[in-house]
């Protein structure tokens, strides 16, 4: 089976930069994605690592690590609208079209 | 493009009625899904379709709950009867097979309160 595990909060102030983790244990990997989701909203993709290393998009980072089973989400400049819950996922062994998600982390971004 | 479209977008009914929630997939898209997401919990999936026929739906309590995709295209997802602990957001997801950057596309959900 496939199990993830990411912080359950992060504060962070406007400005600055945070980091959130997400370890994995799965029986096959296909990739690990990050989704963006804000309260009442649907989620959002954000990035998808396939290979070990850093993705970059805009403000947003995401970096894999195969051997440590581990990724993070790396957030730049925060803004207020970046307060939301960030989910890792991973595809599932016994099938690459679908996702396992993590339980989410709610970022809280202060002024 | 049209994104996933949902509906109702909201539902409130008693334990032991049914319900049943819509989805419309982006056009083209030949994978849908069906997630529960329990407040303050990531989505789990239900059921997954590819065209018209059931890929995976090992986690779907068949008892009470039932998916169909006529058609390859729009969806249905029905709870009878539903239960308190059926109070989640039904979100619908679809992605193209070959979609290169491996990511769904969600529909806003459809939030379930059972009383």
């Known amino acids: 089976g496939q199990s993830l595990e990411q912080p359950s909060e992060v504060t962070a102030v406007e400005g600055a930069i945070v980091q959130i983790n997400c370890t994995y244990q799965t029986s096959g990997f296909y990739g690990l994605s990050w989704y963006q989701q804000h309260d009442g909203g649907a989620p959002t993709f954000l990035s998808y690592n396939g290979l070990d290393g850093l993705e970059e998009t805009g403000r947003f980072s995401s970096f894999l690590s195969r051997s440590d089973s581990y990724g993070y989400l790396l957030l730049q400049e925060l803004q207020m609208k970046d307060s939301a819950s960030y989910f890792c996922a991973v595809r599932d062994s016994s099938s690459a079209s679908k996702i396992i998600f993590g339980s989410g982390t709610r970022l809280s971004i202060r002024p | 493009e049209a994104g996933v479209a949902q509906s109702p977008r909201y539902k409130i009914i008693e334990k032991r009625q049914s319900v049943a929630f819509w989805c419309n997939p982006i056009s083209g898209h030949a994978t849908l899904y069906w997630y529960q997401q329990i407040l303050g919990q990531g989505p789990k999936l239900l059921i997954q379709?590819?065209?018209?026929?059931?890929?995976?739906d090992s986690q779907l309590p068949k008892d009470r709950f039932s998916a169909e995709r006529l058609k390859g295209v729009d969806s249905t997802l029905k709870i009878q009867p539903a239960k308190l602990e059926d109070s989640a957001v039904y979100l619908c997801a679809s992605s193209s097979r070959d979609a290169t950057n491996y990511g769904y596309t969600f529909g806003s959900g459809t939030r379930l309160t059972v009383v």
């Open positions: 379709f590819q065209n018209n026929g059931v890929v995976d």
